[in-house]
């Protein structure tokens, strides 16, 4: 099941773009991964002159902002936000309510999406992780907790933003940079439709995986093994591969099967108004 996942993650220090694949049940996990593009995606940068000046295409394929807008390329529009480099390559937050202008004067050298009505942020590469809102004022910063020393996040998902410390553990902010669900995980996923996949290693190196509420309390856990796993539920079911077989199959949100596809399936796709896409 080669499914592959575009992702924004802040870091201190860098700006990661990472594939996220499927879950190996007690060997394999990659880093969790965001939505990005068709998911709260309203425009994107467009240019016409190779580059020289740029504009804002809409997802409804209209114009928002001629070519001739910007003179560096513009981020994605999301929440109606988006940031647009300065001479300096500093990055202004802009506004669609009038996106020549920023809505302050400050600037940052990392700017994430706003999925929510706030976004994550830096000041400075090496600095700490902000939360800001639709001004560019802080609501909150890692530094209120040094004693998780949280060095990567991930945009907010569902009210919630995934984060990683520095000795690996994993746990969740909100959005007003409280900590909702605290760093005990091994492995976490980004929150979708109000559940997060959550893993813990035993002593012998294996991985257990729960399904987890946004404040993180067990819905279920996922009781199969010598599995591929998804790593988001859609319409509330979450797919999984058995590796012997390539027999695949679907989970509730409490970890139970609740259907086997046919076994000449090889590939589907998430589900969709109840619906998979299946390939034999």
């Known amino acids: 099941m080669k499914k592959q996942y575009l992702c924004n993650m802040i870091h201190k220090g860098h700006t990661y773009l990472l594939a996220a694949w499927v879950v190996l049940i007690g060997t394999l996990a990659l880093c969790a991964c965001q939505r990005t593009a068709g998911n709260g995606l309203e425009a994107w940068a467009f240019s016409d002159d190779g580059g020289a000046s740029w504009g804002l ?55 994430g999406h706003f999925f929510a009505d706030v ?20 609501i909150a910063s890692t530094t209120q907790y040094p004693q998780y020393d949280i060095v ?27 900590v909702a669900v605290p760093p005990i995980y091994d492995l ?26 946004t404040d993180g309390h067990p819905k279920g856990s996922v009781r199969l093994s010598g599995c591929l796993l998804d790593t988001r539920l859609s319409d509330g079911r979450l797919l999984f591969k058995e ?20 076994e000449s399936v090889r590939r589907a796709s998430r589900s969709r108004h109840r619906i998979v896409v299946v390939y034999t």
């Open 57 to 111: 295409l809409g997802a409804d394929g209209q114009i928002l902002m001629p070519a001739s807008s910007f003179r560096q390329q513009p981020s994605s529009v999301v929440g109606g936000m988006f940031s647009v480099p300065d001479e300096e390559g500093r990055l202004r937050l802009h506004s669609t309510d009038s996106p020549l202008h920023p809505v302050n004067p400050r600037s940052f050298a990392r700017v």
């Open 188 to 213: 976490a996923y980004d929150y979708h439709e109000g559940t997060a996949l959550v893993g813990m290693n035993n002593s012998q190196g294996e991985t257990g995986f729960q399904l987890i509420d």
């Open 243 to 262: 590796q012997h077989s390539g027999h695949l199959g679907l989970l509730d949100e409490q970890g139970n099967v609740v259907s086997y596809l046919p």
């Open 152 to 178: 990567q996040m991930h945009n907010f998902s569902n009210g919630r933003a995934l984060f990683v410390t520095s000795q690996g553990k994993h746990g969740y902010l909100d959005t007003r940079g409280n």
């Open 119 to 138: 976004a994550l942020a830096q000041e400075e590469a090496q600095g700490p992780i902000l939360l800001i809102d639709r001004r560019g004022n802080n």
